[in-house]
Structure formats: structure tokens, C-alpha cells
């Protein structure tokens, strides 16, 4: 198949290129939306990421172009519109499990190093500072973390903390309140907020999801929690952070996901004149620590998308049975 592989990096290239080769990429830097959209002329499929805007427009005229498939290089399919998508006969399919590892272990190297203040440690000591004012952190070992979404990674997520000793409650609306799986006590999502030291998010974006943590729900927090967020940006309002963040509600921010990361997270911006005043003012907190959507990004991860997403193309094109990737 002649595929448009949209939001390419350099590691997409090399990956995708390295599996045995029975597709013909054309790769493009852009993100995909309906501006960009008319790139695909000519090929059968488009290779997308979690960037990328497949809009109902966007995919009116990937159609038009004949596009056949929608083939993501992600888990996620929060920007994807599925109900047009299904109208126009699009075939969407995703990668749905490439390492849960990368991003739990992400997601605890942030929470980690916020806590013991290691990203500016690492600054002042090469600085020739070796004050140790401003970087005390806690133990976690005694303290609550609430996990919201234990899927595969808030699981592994789990697992890892399991060892710190810290006592973890989590929120999934697949586990009734009350009940306990494997040491791992599920409850409500307001008992999460009330008694957690510490927050991490893993679960998806949807309508119900989105702005899960805002002004309302950090209200009922314990004052100086500690906030992770490596699922997507919408799941927390940033501008309401900033307000925690700046009467002490809020402890420690780190994020790897932020809801207008788009046009800004996976490019060189350091000669630009960054217009985003919210993300700008995050940047200023000491107690803020900001990934740029790495926490999938392991050898491991990225040579599973490739894999998976060759396989998910094979499959479209043999007319196999692809019921286990695909988006409905
Ligand atoms: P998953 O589908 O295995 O788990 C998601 C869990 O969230 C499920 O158990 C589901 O029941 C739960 N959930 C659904 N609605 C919920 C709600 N309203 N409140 C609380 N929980 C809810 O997905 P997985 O693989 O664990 O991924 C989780 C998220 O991580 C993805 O949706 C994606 O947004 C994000 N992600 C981020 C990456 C990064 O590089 N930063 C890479 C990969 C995924």
C-alpha cells in the first residue's frame, strides 16, 4: 500500500523503514488536518500520531482522495472523529498496547525527580552550586497515591509503586468502590481527591474525562498535592493549575501532556517567540516539571508501533482479520 506518514519524526522514519518493507511511505513533517489533508493524493492510507486533527472535515477529504485507511501510530484516538470516520466506510486502527512500561516508568522517573528536585540538582551542580537550599523533598514510602485509570499502564504504574511502600487507591469505572484487586483498593473519584499525597492520571480523553482535574476538583485536594499527568493534556486545566500552583494547593506539576501541545511539543521552538501565555507561565514554577510527550518514547515502544502498524496494514491489505486494533 502507498501510505502518507503524517507528523513524521526522524525515529518514525528509521523504524518504519526498518521493518521488512512491503509498504511504500511517502513522509511528511506536517500534521495532519484539513488543510494538509490533500498530501495524501494518491496513496490508500494515512499514518497518523496523537497530534495530528482528523477532524470530520479532514477525514470528508481524505475520502474524497480515496483513502482507505486510517492507520495510527498511538494508543489514544481522542482526535480522531469515529462516528464520521464510520459514515465515510474509513477503516481507523490503532496500536493499542506498545509498552506500558515506557510510559509507567515515565511517569514515576517525573514523579520522582519533582520530588527530589533532580532537574534543578542537575543544573546547580554543574553550575558549581552544591547548596542544598530549596531541594528537600519527601518520602514516599507512608504516603497515598490515587491512581485515576488503572488500564495497562496505570497498572504497571501500580506494580512499580508497589514497592515504595506508599498505600494506593484507585479510581476506574470498570471496579465498583469497595473493592480491592491485588492490594489495589478502588474507590470513588472524590476519596481520591480528598485523601491522595499524590495524583497520577492514566485515563483516556473523553467528554467525561476532560478537565477532570480543575478548580472544582483540586478544591476538594489536601493542600501541596502532587499532580502527574503523562495521558493527555485535556485531561487537566491548565489555568486552573497555575491558580493551585500559586496559593500552595498545589505542591509539585508534572506533566508530560498538555491540552495545546499541538504545533509546540516534538518541535525545536528555542528561536521562536512562543505564544502560549499558560504554558509559558508553567514553565516559570520551581516546583513544575514539563516533558514534551516522551513518556512513550523507548526503543522498545517505538520499534512495537512500527511492528504493530506494518502488521495493521498487512492485514487491511490481505483482508485479514484486524478486529483486535481496530477503532469502533
Ligand atoms: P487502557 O485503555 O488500557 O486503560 C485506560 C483505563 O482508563 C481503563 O481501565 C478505563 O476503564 C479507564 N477509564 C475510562 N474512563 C475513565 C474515567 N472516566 N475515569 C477513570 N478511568 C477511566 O489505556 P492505557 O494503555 O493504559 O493508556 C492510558 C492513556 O495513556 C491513553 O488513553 C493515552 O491517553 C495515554 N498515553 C500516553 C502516552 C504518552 O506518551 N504520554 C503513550 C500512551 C498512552
Known amino acids: ?64 482522495l480515496g483513502i482507505r485507511l486510517i492507520a495510527l501510530r498511538c494508543a489514544g484516538f481522542n482526535n480522531v472523529d469515529l462516528p464520521a470516520a464510520k459514515e465515510l466506510g474509513l477503516t481507523v486502527l490503532r496500536v493499542p498496547e506498545y509498552s506500558p512500561y515506557a510510559v509507567a516508568e515515565h511517569t514515576l522517573a517525573l514523579l520522582l525527580a519533582l520530588n527530589r528536585h533532580i532537574h534543578k540538582a542537575y543544573t546547580r551542580v554543574r553550575d558549581g552550586n552544591f547548596s542544598l537550599n530549596g531541594l ?38 470498570t471496579q465498583e468502590a469497595g473493592t480491592e484487586v491485588d492490594g489495589l483498593r478502588f474507590t470513588d473519584l472524590d476519596t481520591i481527591f480528598s485523601e491522595s499525597d499524590v495524583i497520577s492520571l492514566h485515563c483516556p480523553l473523553t467528554p467525561e474525562t476532560h ?55 516534538f518541535e525545536d521552538c528555542s528561536d521562536d517567540i512562543i505564544g502560549d501565555d499558560i504554558l509559558m507561565r508553567l514553565t516559570t514554577f520551581p516546583n513544575v516539571l514539563l516533558t514534551s510527550h516522551q513518556a512513550f518514547f523507548t526503543h522498545e515502544a517505538v520499534s512495537e508501533i512500527a511492528r504493530v502498524t506494518h502488521d495493521n496494514l498487512d492485514v487491511f491489505e490481505q483482508g485479514g482479520d484486524y478486529s483486535g486494533t481496530e477503532v469502533s
Request: with cysteine; proline share 1%; net charge negative.
Open 136 to 173: 528537600m523533598g519527601f518520602d514516599l514510602r507512608g504516603k497515598t497515591v490515587g491512581v485515576i485509570g488503572v488500564g495497562k499502564i496505570g497498572s504497571v504504574f501500580c506494580d512499580l509503586l508497589s514497592g515504595f511502600g506508599v498505600k494506593l487507591l484507585a479510581y476506574d469505572p
Open 211 to 265: 478537565h477532570v482535574i480543575d478548580a472544582e476538583s483540586l478544591a476538594k485536594c489536601k493542600d501541596g498535592l502532587y499532580l502527574v499527568n503523562t495521558s493527555r493534556g485535556g485531561l487537566v486545566d491548565a489555568d486552573a493549575a497555575i491558580q493551585s500552583l500559586k496559593s500552595g494547593k498545589l505542591g509539585g506539576l508534572a506533566l508530560d501532556v498538555y491540552e495545546e501541545e499541538a504545533g509546540l511539543f
Open 1 to 64: 500500500m502507498k501510505v502518507a506518514v503524517f507528523s513524521t519524526q526522524p525515529h518514525d522514519r528509521q523504524f518504519l523503514q526498518a521493518e521488512e518493507n512491503s509498504h511504500e511511505w511517502v513522509f511528511f513533517e506536517n500534521h495532519l488536518r484539513e488543510a494538509t489533508a490533500s498530501l495524501a493524493e494518491g496513496c490508500d492510507a494515512v499514518c497518523v500520531f496523537v497530534n495530528d486533527d482528523l477532524s470530520e472535515s479532514c477525514l470528508k477529504k481524505l475520502h474524497e
